[in-house]
């Protein structure tokens, strides 16, 4: 049979990052553990109809999974089922009020499945599995009841509160400000300088993802990984392509192209730790005085230095576990390229909603030099109609499925119980598309929630001068693009700042004119986060300069 499920795998690559997730888990707990009996009180999740013996439900949850998911959905109507995926079940969860509820008891799940797909994508070393494992202290200030691992070895709190500080709040300004320096750098000089020239590109994707890349890098680890490997985007964007089937833990030969992109990206990260080294060692004075600051070309931002203080006091931390936790770091940020792609391509290609976003973002703007316009980042961020734009594009493009495990007892959603080491799954693909949350528009003017509509999350109110404001009321518990709970991505306003600016500084000061307005989604990334983006985009760049 293993060989079976192995031919199968192959044969069908569309298998989603979080399937790949379930599926290394597996790979890791194939034997299952004997469960506590669940209270009376509590329901059993219901079992999906039509499973094969030994596959279970696996071949229609990999190879379509959207569909697969819809139809569940609608049938049962939203509640709770068990799937089972080879020999491990999952539980279900694609109703918003019950994703809620998992949401709402965070400090009583742990998030260990989706560590598992961390450890085979990134290729991080054993002996650091086993002590990420050994830490069940959780993620919060105060360790679990019954834990007894040393302060500084509680890795799972310490990533994750380093990630919160320095990502929100006050301590994020820093690092967005260099970031939209960045950005802006780099688009003065992608253009013709001439207004009435067209610089041609082939691929809007390509051309996106490039320069968010070098400038949300820059941002958080300095020039040093491009001074070490110029062409540290395009290996890196050539080992994105291949997460999907690095996430599914299976042996190097069977997908060798996508071991060896990761490998030139690891080798490029590894090489910058060994010079990092060596210049502590070499100027020790120096380096701590580097470390004192919020940045430095050499050893990068604030929150970057803070975690490599962190490692070194560590008892297990290697420097091919910090090139691995480093590289997984970059990788977070791909999921802001997706959808800052998605977010351009849906203004430039409506000549209307085109004609708002300049109109609205020209209240904000600051003109720089030689006639290359800027914003006011805080402000750009608070219009309306540009707050519209971004929580559309999420609800559209965002296919999350985030992986929960009770980690001490049994656990009650909504009167559904699911027993310690379970696994659930919640889907946020039928909660974006549930027409009892979301503003569909109008009987004259209907708004499919297949479609991307600009205005979704405009109300009519007298506060706003434009006599409209932004809201998620009563979409608030179904828009969930960046998860839920103590462990929501802490990096979610950093993202909006990048999707933002990038959109703003782009279409504000080029004409962005696409060969074709259709785009081809990746499904391979359901899942993953954002939809991936298929094939090229060619357009033509001209500058809008007023000098």
Request: proline share 2%.
């Given at each position: 049979m293993g060989h079976a499920v192995l031919d199968w795998m192959v044969l069908h690559p569309a298998i989603s990052t979080s399937?790949?997730?379930?599926?290394?888990?597996?790979?890791?707990?194939?034997?299952?553990?004997?469960?506590?009996p669940v209270l009376s009180s509590l329901k059993r999740p219901i079992n999906a109809p039509n499973k094969l013996p030994l596959l279970g439900h696996t071949i229609p949850f990999t190879l379509d999974t959207p569909n697969f998911t819809t139809m569940l959905t609608k049938r049962f109507h939203g509640i709770p089922l068990r799937l089972r995926l080879l020999a491990t079940d999952i539980v279900y969860l694609t109703s918003s009020e019950h994703v809620a509820a998992l949401f709402r008891q965070s400090s009583e799940v742990t998030n260990r499945p989706y560590r598992k797909w961390v450890n085979s994508t990134f290729s991080v070393p054993k002996e650091f599995q086993n002590f990420f494992y050994a830490d069940t202290t959780g993620i919060s200030r105060t360790p679990l009841p019954g834990t007894d691992t040393k302060p500084e070895n509680r890795v799972e709190y310490i990533m994750h509160s380093l990630l919160v500080e320095f990502l929100t709040g006050s301590r994020l300004?820093?690092?967005?400000?260099?970031?939209?320096?960045?950005?802006?750098?780099?688009?003065?000089?992608?253009?013709?300088?001439?207004?009435?020239?067209?610089?041609?590109?082939?691929?809007?994707?390509?051309?996106?993802?490039?320069?968010?890349?070098?400038?949300?890098?820059?941002?958080?680890?300095?020039?040093?990984?491009?001074?070490?490997?110029?062409?540290f985007s395009t290996r890196f964007w050539d080992f994105e392509m291949g997460v999907p089937e690095l996430g599914k833990g299976l042996p190097r030969f069977v997908y060798p192209s996508q071991h060896r992109a990761r490998d030139a990206c690891l080798e490029t990260v590894r090489a910058w730790h060994e010079n990092l080294d060596k210049k502590r060692t070499?100027?020790?004075?120096?380096?701590?005085?580097?470390?004192?600051?919020d940045y430095d070309d050499t050893f990068g931002s604030c929150i970057v230095k803070k975690r490599h203080a962190a490692f070194s006091r560590m008892d297990v931390m290697s420097i091919d576990v910090r090139a691995a936790e480093d590289f997984?770091?970059?990788?977070?940020?791909?999921?802001?390229?997706?959808?800052?792609?998605?977010?351009?391509?849906?203004?430039?290609r409506s000549s209307s909603t085109l004609e708002r976003f300049r109109f609205e973002i020209q209240k904000v703007e600051v003109r720089g030099e030689g006639g290359f316009t800027t914003y006011d980042v805080d402000a750009l961020c608070a219009i309306p109609f540009v707050q519209s734009l971004?929580?559309?594009?999420?609800?559209?493009?965002?296919?999350?499925?985030?992986?929960?495990?009770?980690h001490s007892r049994t656990l009650s959603i909504d009167g559904w119980g699911v027993q310690k080491g379970e696994i659930v799954a919640a889907v946020t693909y039928p909660m974006h598309r549930d027409s009892s949350r979301f503003n569909t528009g109008s009987e004259k003017d209907p708004r499919p929630l297949d479609e991307f509509w600009a205005e979704r999350f405009l109300v009519k109110s007298g506060v706003d001068r434009d006599g409209v404001e932004f809201s998620l009321k009563g979409s608030e518990d179904a828009w969930f693009p960046y998860g839920g709970g103590s462990s929501i991505c802490p990096g979610r306003f950093f993202a909006k700042q990048e999707m933002l600016v990038t959109a703003a500084l782009l279409i504000g000061n080029y004409d962005v004119v696409l060969a074709s307005k259709e785009v081809e989604i990746d499904w391979?990334?359901?899942?993953?986060g954002v939809l991936g983006v298929k094939g090229k985009q060619p357009f033509q760049l001209r500058s809008r300069a007023r000098l």
């Open positions: 399937v790949a997730a379930i599926s290394v888990y597996i790979l890791f707990n194939y034997v299952r553990q004997k469960h506590q300004q820093a690092l967005a400000a260099r970031f939209t320096l960045n950005m802006e750098d780099r688009l003065r000089k992608c253009g013709s300088v001439d207004a009435d020239a067209d610089t041609e590109h082939d691929c809007l994707y390509r051309f996106v993802k490039h320069s968010i890349f070098h400038s949300s890098v820059k941002a958080l680890f300095g020039t040093g990984l491009f001074d070490i490997d110029p062409e070499a100027d020790p004075d120096l380096a701590a005085r580097l470390s004192q600051q997984a770091l970059i990788w977070g940020n791909a999921n802001t390229t997706h959808a800052t792609f998605w977010l351009i391509h849906a203004i430039v971004y929580a559309e594009t999420l609800r559209l493009y965002v296919c999350n499925i985030i992986l929960r495990t009770p391979r990334y359901f899942g993953t």
